[in-house]
């Protein structure tokens, strides 16, 4: 099993800039791509960024290549998945939620967090 843990959402303006962390534990060593996804009102769940596990290939959705960066670091036992958000956008409010794809295809979530971008 893979548990995730997410941090660092918020209020932010128009043009500020967050930083949403994500630790990983449990079955981490047969983790291969770690990503973030979003959920806006009335939205579906979108891919916003991902990157395998050992940091060589990044996909980034088109809404946000420029602004957002995807980086990953890891332990022994544990995993960590960031995302830096710059020159945030009130389209880009949404929650955004963890996610690790272990071979096999297993998909794992987090709890999600809320990142509001006020105009």
């Known amino acids: 099993q893979v548990q995730l843990v997410e941090s660092g959402g918020g209020l932010v303006q128009a043009g500020g800039s967050l930083r949403l962390s994500c630790a990983a534990s449990?079955?981490?060593?047969?983790?291969?791509?770690l990503g973030w996804y979003r959920q806006g009102p009335g939205q579906q769940r979108e891919l916003v960024a991902s990157?395998?596990?050992?940091?060589?290939?990044?996909?980034?959705a088109d809404s946000v290549k420029g602004r957002f960066t995807i980086s990953r670091d890891s332990t022994t036992n544990t995993m960590n998945v960031n995302l830096q958000m710059n020159s945030l956008k009130p389209e880009d409010t949404a929650v955004y939620y963890c996610?690790?794809?272990?071979?096999?295809?297993?998909?794992?979530w987090g709890q999600g967090t809320q990142v509001t971008v006020s105009s």
């Open positions: 990157i395998t596990r050992g940091g060589d290939r990044t996909i980034y």
């Open positions: 449990g079955r981490v060593f047969n983790i291969y791509v």
């Open positions: 996610n690790a794809v272990e071979f096999g295809q297993t998909n794992h």
